[in-house]
């Protein structure tokens, strides 16, 4: 490749956004097995804040966020929190944005909806809350979202999927579940979802409880999720260089590691909301 060629791809790969979060497809399946796990307070409390574009369906508003970004430019370092590399997220170290103003990061912002949601005098409009909150919890669980700051969590990370060029990034949020749901689940996003569900039941069963379970009572777990991120970043990232083909051998790594993040995703979304308007009806929810 051209030294010129070189810059237009690097230019491109920076102008990119920085990280478009867990594609419509991942955040569709952690809002449907978040559905499965909403006590029934909670289940009507989500259904009355949804717009009514969603049809009473919480998974159809989950990727609102990601079509807001250049509505709410604000918004956009609210989707992830890199770090420098170490395989570790630190919230005091690591939450801000590229000017540096704290709380501006992925964490920060799915404790500051939680709060605005248990808040009824909030200034924000809690139907946005919310969809920011689904979608967020969402991506604080895709590893590339903790990712190196130098490489954009992975975004200038140039790579081949199979024979299709694309980023790392990109693999993470959308390349490894589309080759899931073509070699194993017929291209059908529900049985993909099953198939997740089932597991969770079965294979996870033992560690779904610990999942859910979050001491803190004025923020949420969400800095515990995004260190298991970068922890799996550091995996994600292990032998992957600029231009280097990724195949079967990186998808039967990553597959798993991703199916269970959606798993996790879902059953802490849903242990979040049961936890705001269960506590509005005076019910505390067990932990
Ligand atoms: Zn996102």
Not at 51 to 78: H, I, M, T, V
Not at 231 to 245: F, M, N, P, S, W
């Amino acid at each position: 490749m051209g030294l010129l060629m070189l810059l237009l791809v690097v230019a491109a790969a920076a102008s990119a956004p920085a990280a478009d979060a867990w594609g419509k497809e991942g955040h569709y399946m952690t809002c449907k097995i978040a559905d499965n796990f909403l006590t029934e307070e909670a289940a009507a409390a989500v259904k009355g804040l949804l717009p009514a574009w969603a049809n009473g369906e919480l998974a159809e508003a989950c990727s609102w966020a990601d079509s807001q970004r250049f509505r709410y430019k604000w918004s956009s370092p609210l989707h992830f929190a890199d770090t420098p590399g170490d395989c570790e997220f630190s919230y005091a170290r690591d939450c801000h944005d590229t000017k540096g103003e704290k709380d501006r990061c992925v964490v920060g912002a799915i404790n500051n909806y939680t709060a605005a949601l248990k808040d009824s005098s909030s200034p924000y409009d809690p139907t946005e809350s919310l969809m920011f909150l689904a979608h967020f919890v969402g991506d604080v669980h895709q590893p590339l979202h903790c990712g190196h700051a130098d490489d954009l969590g992975g975004n200038t990370i140039i790579v081949h999927w199979y024979t299709r060029k694309g980023n790392l990034h990109h693999v993470w949020d959308v390349s490894v579940i589309e080759t899931a749901m073509k070699d194993f689940y017929d291209n059908d996003q529900a049985t993909m979802i099953e198939a997740i569900q089932r597991n969770i039941t079965d294979v996870w069963s033992n560690e779904e409880k610990q999942w859910e379970a979050c001491r803190l009572r004025t923020k949420t777990c969400a800095e515990t999720y995004a260190k298991e991120s970068a922890l799996l970043a550091c995996d994600a990232y292990e032998g992957v260089e600029q231009d280097i083909t990724l195949g079967d051998d990186y998808f039967f790594k990553a597959l798993p590691v991703v199916e269970k993040r959606i798993a996790q995703g879902g059953v802490r979304l849903a242990a979040i909301l049961n936890r705001i308007f269960g506590e509005k009806n005076g019910r505390v929810q067990s932990s």
